[in-house]
């Protein structure tokens, strides 16, 4: 199964970077990173459904370049946290408690 994952900016680095890390090291899950709308980034599965999709809003790489690194594009303090229970993505952490960055 791979996923379908359209975003503004596909390649940009940064952004591939962050996707392998969730997508691909924490879930195992293969995707393929392809130019879309701006302001959100779309996350489907052809395979199994062609309505259903996953809309992220965009936050950090909605802003210009030159802003990414302005304090006002930082996430808000203090960060929520996920506990995995999960057993098919604890085992794959080193730390179960994960920060929710932008979310």
Sequence with gaps: MKLCVKCKNPSLPERRYILDCILSDILGLSYELLPGDAGALVITCPELSETASLT???MLFANPADRIIDLAALPKRPLEHWYV???EFKERLTNPD???IYG
Aim: glycine share 0%; hydrophobic share 45%.
């Design 56 to 58: 992220i809003t965009e």
């Design 85 to 87: 229970i999960e057993p």
């Design 98 to 100: 994960l920060p929710i």
